[in-house]
Every structure is written in C-alpha cells, then in structure tokens.
C-alpha cells in the first residue's frame, strides 16, 4: 500500500530538555524522522521546546516551533498550522506523554488531527502494569508471578507456590521503607508482615525475584500489514537488576544459542502484533541461564534509547523507517538506506560486536552514590565496534573520558580484597574495574561469577585481557630487542599482533611493557600492524553497500581503500 | 597448528587449525546467520561444502546433545574468524573445537572472514581446501583436480539406507511419507507437532513401493547439491504427484519444479542465513525465512497448473510454488527453522489442513459412488 493519501502536513513532536534516560539519541530520531517525512513529500512542522538540537535546524523541518511542550502550547501550534497527522512516538516518553494529553483533552479530534503511528490504546496497554499483564497474559506470554497480598493467610499461600527469592514491597510507606527479599517461607511471613503493618492500606505486592537473570532486548518494528521483523537483539552484561540504562550491553547476544534466540524472537514479535504497533517497539526479556524459561519484563511502544543504540550497532534507520510506517507505507515499499539494493524488510546480520557502556557524572559528583541499581543514572552512553568482544570493550572504555585506557582504574587499586569484593557483587560503575583488578589478584571466573551473576562468557573475556597485561610485562625484554633484530616473525611481534589484536593501545602496551609508547609505534608501523577499516552494512558484506560506515580493527582486508 | 584455505582462483587465506588435522575439498560458501553452527554443521544440504560463518564469534554456547539436524556432521570444512575455547550455556556438553576434531572435520581459524565473503560475493562460490599439510602451490593444484561440486550426486550420498519411522506419541491424524534426499531432523519434529507420523524413504524408493503403504501425504525433503541430477528423483515425483498431497522444501521445491516442466539454475552466492526476506504473492505478507539453497526454480518454464506463490524480495528469484487445482505446494526456504525465524511454522498447519480437506473430499466422492 502506498502512503495515506490525505497525510500532507506532520507534526512532530520534539524530546525536549535533555534529562538522565532522555539525552540527545531522541534528536537523532527525531532528525531522521523529520527527513524521512519529507522525502515522502510531506510538510514538517516541527515543535520542541529545547533549541539547542539538530531537529530544530532551519533545514530539517518546514516549520519550527521552539515553544514548551505542554498541551496549550502544543494546541496552539496546531490550531494554526492545522496538521492532517501527528507523530508522537519519535520523542520518547515526552513526546508520547504529550500526545495522550492531546488526544485526551479533545485538541486531535476537534482539528482532525490523525494520531500517526501506534495507536493511542496500544500505548495505554503497554504503560499500564496491570493491562499490560493481561494482554500478556492472553497472548500466552509469560510475566513474573506476583502476587498482591493483605492478610496472614494469603501470605501463607505465597509460601506454598515455592518461587524463591521473592520481593516484598509494602503498598503506600514513606519512602518504600519495610520492604525486602525473601529467601524462604521464614523470611516471608517475618518481611511480609512487617510490610503488611508499616502500609497504610494494610497491603504488601510480592513478585517473583529475577535478579542474576539475563536480560536480553529485541528491537522490532511492525507495519500496518503485520508484517514484523527483529532488527537487532542485545544482552545485557550486567544481569537482572540494573536499569538496561546503567548497564553494559552487546549487540548481538553472545550467550544464546539459536533455539534460545529464537524463542525470544518469536515472543517479541508475538508482543508486538497483539499490541497493534505501527513503527518500533523495544521488548526486554528475562532468561533463565540454566533453563528455557523466560519472562516478559517491559515493553517501550516507541523509539527508545535502545533503538538508538540498535539503529547505530546495525545500520538500519529504525526512526527513518518508522516515520514512513507511521505514514502508511509498508516494510516492502521502503528502500534499505546503505544498501541502496535491497528494502527495509530484512533482518540486519551483523559481522562484529558493538559494546555500549553507560557514562556516569560520579566524577564530577564526588559524593555522589555510586551503586547502580534499577533507576537510572547515567548521564550519557558510549558505543565502540570491532571484529570481536574485547578489542570493542577497550575502544568503549577508552571513549569514556574517565582516564581509563584499559582495565585499570585509580579507586580500584588501592581496595583491600574484602573491598573488592563488595565491588563486584554490588553493581557500580566501576565493577568492570574491580573485577578485572579480582583476576589480576588471582581469583577465579566462577569466583567472580557467584559474587557477580555475571556470565562467565564476559568474564572469561575480562580475564583474558588481564592476562595480555602480564604477558606484555614478561616479555617487555623481548619486545624491545626487536628494535635491533626487526624480525617479524619473533614470538614478541606475535605478541604484539595479537594485543593489537584484542584492542591494547599502544599507550597501554607501553607501560605494560615498561618500554616508551613511541617505540611500540614504530615497531608496529615497521611490522605492517596497522589498523584496517571494515563496514557497517547491514548484511555482513551479503550485498554491497553505497552508504556504509566505517569501524577499525586489527584484520587482514581494508575496505576504505 | 597452522592451516591454510586456498580458492580455486588462487587465493590463500593463513590462519590455525579448527578441529581435526589433514586436509578438505568443497565448494566454498558463507551463511550470514549470528546463531545455529551446530544446525549448520550437522545440515544435510551443506553435504560437499565448506562453510564461511560471517559472524566472528563462533562457539559461545558450545555443542549440545539437542541441537544436531541429523546423525552426524555434513559439512566437508568449517571457516569461522574465532572459535570460543570456552563456552558458557546451560546445554553445552563441548567445545566446537573438540566436536570437530571427535567428527574428524577440518576448519580453519582466524582468518578475516568478512573477506572471503566478499570474495565469493564478488566472484561467486568456487571449489576450494582447508589444509593443515601441505603448501599453498600443492593444494591448488589439487582443487584444480579435484571433481567439481556440480558434478556429485550429494543425495544419494545423504539419504537414509533403510527407510524408517520416526518416533510418534499418541494417535496420529496423518501418515506422511517423506522422501529423504538430506532431510533436517527438525521437519518429521515440525509434523509431529501438527499430529503427522512419519515414514522416510531412502531417496532411491520407488513411487510404487511409497504408493503400497497409502500415506494421506508426500513430503519432498531438503537436500544438497544440483537438482539436475536428480532425474531418478523427479521420475518419482511425477508418479507421486497425481496421487497424493504433496509438500516440499527447499530440494522438494526444485524437484517440484522439475517435474513441472522447468529446470534449475544456480545463484551466483546462493542464499544462505536466517534473514533473507520473501513476499507471500497472495496476501502480500513478508516473512522472514531461515534459507540454505545455491539453486532456483526458473520462473517461465512451469507447466501443467504449477505456478510462482513466493518470491525473494533481495533478488526477486521464486522461493515457492503452488499447484492451481492439485494438492501441492512448495517452498525454497526453511519452515522448519533450525537453525533461523520459526515465522514459517505455518506451513506444517497448511499441510494438515490440506490433508484434511483431501480426505473430507475423498469420503464425499466415497459416500457419492456408493
């Protein structure tokens, strides 16, 4: 199907100031949004209350109106340009929250405006805890147990059901205090009735207990003929328990094999099509790491962060594509952007790994709490791509900006073992740190992981970095004798490769190596060890790309050139 | 241990070893999916190739006792960029690296495998050798030598030696008889699944001899290599074909195609990964298939009511086919997943459904001649 006819003119509406959980990726969607509206010849009008943003350019949209994003504002802007649609789900929550009010207080339906996209009901759906549970409870998709609990008795009850650990939380106490996890039946009835005397309305909400979970997200998009794909899935480093914000994050999921990953697939397109989306959608799910079971943990109806992050890691548009959805065309009618040969109806396959580690402000809040915990602190967020995990985690720890160019990290350091610990079985900024300082003093992977939860397939990777690190310290030696020999095929310049390799700066192999970073880099330029560029495009090099983009590593083939 | 990878063209590609030592010959081809090795490698229809995985991180969840596709590994060499020493899943029983070596097959590690992809996207799949022995010089001598994939008849190599059945719980609703020309463990689970007992033949079996036991269904498996000399095949199928309901997949759809009239021809790269997406003619619908085929029905030769139902949308090739007043249908693609989207299960159900109407059908025509 072509796009609606009677779409002429679209309001879209902005992301406003930049706050923790709403940053600059909803300008990037936005802008992209905006472009793509155009190119299918529509006019753009544009509202936002934050100027200092790309989508507000005098070139991105037809009309821009910097004005605060509340409904008499918004009104207004419409009242005069008189839109035929409006586009909400491109500026995060503000933007969605804005368009609800609208369509609440009358404003849409007295100027004919169209709500574009998804449907005003599916977003109530997935907002609301309780519709939300039981459209997954129709759809067949499981959520965790919970349980809402107000006498002894049903407390008892909760005991016989035998899914520990459980979490308790009283219902209306100041500040969530008499709250807890339950271990067992003990540890039940003594948190629970506590909770149940500290809530003012007598009541206490008991839910299945996910922490040490993986937690994987998909990115799917929808159109209005139903057809659906994945456009990437994530896992999450850290485990259940850290705000996805606040946690490091892979593209694609390592640890799945293809039965997991399916399964998981599969039930995100199954949410997506019983929630009616017309555009992106992100689905968070929970995995059991020692069985198939899975649970649904939240879904976002809109572009989110994650898609921003999903678009960035793969190439594909998510915003671009969900525009000219929202608009009427369909996954088939849209053009793949890089390759320029084939559509938007495709799954991108991925040929390297992308790392995203989250940036905290706790250096310029000294005081500040650094445990991290399922609100979200970060302030910003890094992506790094290479050829395998560890190379990628290392260009992303050095984009950070925090003085770290490699596993080490000053507060690190100086802990005690007992410290350390704490560290890495408190999630907190500076656990990738602490547990890369946990090898260097000679714990083991299943140590970390039973302090951690963490999969042992990240830490075995952690590890393995540690020890590149003592080994360029052993053979510093060899390395600088090959300044005189310039043999290229001594075990040291094979050492050298390799910590090119898996993502070592020269700067680190350096001090490591005791020797000067300038001699590392001369060696390296004398033995051809220098970075080549691959692309980003969409398909693992299936078809050839006319608008691709670059990252560096360590192979054999430059594509730049 | 070092290895090497020669193509036919002359390239050369130096990593380590993967697996067992010694040497290899196949057609060398990539699958662009991030997750299945285990399906991929134990796949009948890769029987003569060496696979490419373009994802570089292989082996993170290891080898498992569920995942094999059939009985043993049928890939002839394996290529990945990086192979993980230490898998972490809550199944893995192994490493790639000790599977291979147990199942005697040579690979190849740590080379730049986005390369070679582009190598064979730009020139096509070719002949070549993984080798840990002998010199570069030698070993393209040998492939230049070495018999050509097109020439093999895979199949036979492939199919079952005694026909058998395949485990069913319970009362089934249908008795399917599928032909075995390199058949995935996980099409007779699928038709389990939709309550169809299953009886596979060896590719070899006559029409007469599947005919005698009056299954309610044909299914056409997948298989490897070139549909052109599969003409004892075809020979079957025809016969088959005015009998009784058929479903084919993937080597099914090309023999179907065959014994409509058309042939064959092969794709510059082939189609392979769990991303490749194909249009539903009738309804429009896209679907996101899991695909392994170097061949492709020719749309203009069909005859005799067989007609294009599924295209490709990347290179517009037929991905399935359907018959205007038979019970037949086909599809190029893989409903049975394993590895890949499950989004195609649907085709069992339509089968079933089709068996269904076929037998309402043959008691209404029953009830009429009494």
Redesign the interface.
Same mark, same amino acid.
């Given at each position: 199907m072509p796009r609606h006819p009677d779409i002429h003119k679209v309001m879209v509406i902005g992301s406003g100031p930049i706050i923790i959980g709403q940053a600059a990726e909803f300008d990037y969607a936005g802008t992209q949004a905006c472009k793509a509206l155009r190119e299918e010849g529509c006019k753009v009008v544009l509202i936002n209350s934050n100027p200092a943003t790309i989508m507000t350019d005098v070139e991105i949209a037809d009309r821009v109106y910097i004005e605060p994003l509340n409904v008499e504002f918004a009104t207004r802007v419409i009242a005069q340009e008189r839109p035929d649609g409006l586009l909400p789900t491109l500026g995060g929550q503000t933007g969605l929250n804005l368009a609800t009010q609208l369509a609440e207080s009358g404003t849409l339906e007295k100027y004919h405006v169209r709500l574009l996209g998804t449907p005003l009901q599916s977003i109530r759906m997935a907002e609301d805890r309780e519709e939300f549970r039981a459209l997954m409870n129709r759809i067949g998709e499981p959520v965790p147990e919970s349980w809402i609990v107000e006498t002894e008795e049903q407390l008892a009850e909760v005991c016989h059901v035998g899914l520990w650990p459980l979490i308790v939380r009283p219902a209306y106490t100041l500040g969530g205090t008499g709250g807890g996890v339950a271990r067992n039946a003990e540890e039940l009835m003594e948190i629970g009735m506590r909770g149940l005397k500290l809530s003012m309305r007598h009541q206490v909400m008991v839910e299945r207990s996910l922490l040490g979970w993986k937690e994987i997200e998909y990115e799917v998009m929808r159109d209005a003929n139903n057809t659906c794909i994945t456009v990437c899935n994530m896992e999450n480093f850290d485990p259940m328990g850290v705000h996805t914000g606040d946690s490091i994050v892979v593209a694609p999921s390592q640890t799945l094999s293809d039965k997991e990953y399916q399964m998981l697939r599969s039930a995100s397109l199954n949410i997506i099509r019983s929630l009616g989306i017309e555009g992106g959608c992100n689905v968070q799910l929970a995995l059991d790491p020692d069985s198939f079971q899975y649970y649904v943990i939240e879904v976002n109806p809109r572009v989110s962060r994650s898609s921003a992050l999903a678009s960035k890691a793969t190439g594909y548009p998510i915003a671009r594509v969900a525009a000219k959805i929202a608009i009427g065309l369909q996954l088939d009618e849209i053009e793949n952007a890089v390759t320029r040969k084939t559509l938007a109806c495709f799954e991108p396959s991925l040929d390297y790994c992308v790392v995203k580690i989250p940036r905290w402000p706790f250096d310029k809040f000294m005081v500040a709490d650094r445990r991290i915990t399922t609100q979200m602190k970060a302030t910003g967020e890094v992506m790094a791509i290479d050829r395998s995990f560890e190379p990628a985690l290392m260009k992303a720890i050095r984009s950070l900006e925090i003085g770290a160019y490699g596993l080490t990290a000053k507060n690190v350091h100086a802990l005690s073992d007992m410290q350390l610990e704490e560290k890495i079985a408190t999630p907190n900024d500076e656990r990738m740190f602490a547990i890369a300082e946990a090898f260097r003093r000679g714990m083991m992977v299943e140590e970390v992981q039973a302090l951690s939860q963490i999969d042992r397939w990240f830490l075995q990777r952690l590890q393995r970095l540690v020890a590149m690190e003592t080994r360029l310290k052993v053979h510093g030696r060899a390395i600088a004798a090959l300044a005189d020999t310039l043999d290229s095929d001594a075990p040291a310049a094979d050492l050298l490769r390799e910590a090119k390799r898996i993502g070592f700066s020269d700067r680190q192999i350096a001090e490591y190596a005791g020797l000067p970073e300038s001699l590392i880099r001369s060696l390296r330029r004398a033995f051809g060890i220098v970075p080549t560029y691959k692309m980003v495009d969409t398909c693992a090099a299936e078809f050839e790309a006319a608008t691709p983009y670059f990252y560096s590593c360590y192979d054999r083939e430059d594509e730049s050139i | 241990m070092k290895a090497i990878l020669a193509l036919e063209d002359g390239t050369i590609f130096e990593g380590e070893s993967l697996g067992a030592s010694g040497e290899t010959f196949g057609e060398v081809v #990539?699958n $662009?999916?991030?997750?299945?090795y285990? &399906?991929i490698l134990t796949d009948p229809s890769y029987a003569g190739q060496i696979v490419c995985l373009?994802?570089?991180?292989i082996g @993170? /969840?290891g080898v %498992?006792a569920?995942?094999f596709e059939s009985r043993r590994v049928q890939v002839e060499g394996f290529i990945v960029? &990086?192979a &993980?020493s &230490?898998?972490? %899943?809550?199944?893995s029983g192994q490493t790639l690296n000790a599977f291979l070596k147990e199942r005697k097959i040579v690979g190849i590690r740590g080379?730049? $495998?986005?390369?070679l $992809?582009?190598a064979l996207?730009v020139r096509g799949v070719m002949m070549g050798a993984i080798s840990t022995e002998e010199s570069a010089a030698a070993l393209l001598s040998r492939i230049r030598s070495s018999p050509s994939y097109s020439g093999i008849d895979f199949v036979r190599k492939v199919t079952t030696e005694e026909p058998y059945e395949w485990s069913f719980e319970g009362e089934p609703e249908f008795h399917v008889a599928l032909l075995d020309c390199g058949v995935k463990f996980n099409i007779m689970r699928s038709l389990a699944k939709v309550g169809c007992k299953t009886t596979v033949y060896p590719c070899t079996t006559p029409a007469e001899a599947i005919l005698e036991r009056n299954p309610d269904g044909i299914m056409l498996s997948p298989g490897p290599g070139d549909p052109a000399l599969l003409g004892y095949v075809v020979e079957t199928v025809k016969k088959l074909a005015a009998k009784k309901p058929i479903m084919g997949v993937c080597l099914g759809n090309q023999l179907l195609g065959y014994a409509f009239g058309s042939r064959t021809f092969k794709l510059k #790269?082939g189609h392979r990964?769990? @991303?490749?997406?194909v249009?539903d003619l009738t309804t429009?619908?896209? /679907?996101?298939t899991s695909q392994n085929h170097g061949f492709a029905v020719d749309p203009n030769e069909l005859k005799d009511g067989m007609e294009v139902a599924h295209i490709n949308? %990347?290179d517009g090739t037929v991905e399935g086919l359907r018959h205007r007043e038979l019970p037949i249908f086909s599809i190029q693609y893989h409903p049975e997943?394993?590895?890949?989207? $499950?989004?195609s299960a649907y085709f069992f159900r339509q089968f079933v459904e089709m068996l269904r109407k076929q037998r309402g059908d043959r008691d209404v025509s029953g009830e009429s001649a009494s």
């Open positions: - | #990539f $662009t999916g991030m997750t299945g285990q &399906e373009t994802y570089p991180m @993170n /969840y %498992n569920d995942d960029r &990086e &993980e &230490e898998p972490s %899943n809550w199944r080379i730049d $495998t986005r390369a $992809t582009r996207r #790269f990964g769990s @991303n490749h997406p249009k429009g619908r896209v /679907y996101i949308l %990347n997943a394993s590895p890949g989207p $499950t989004d």
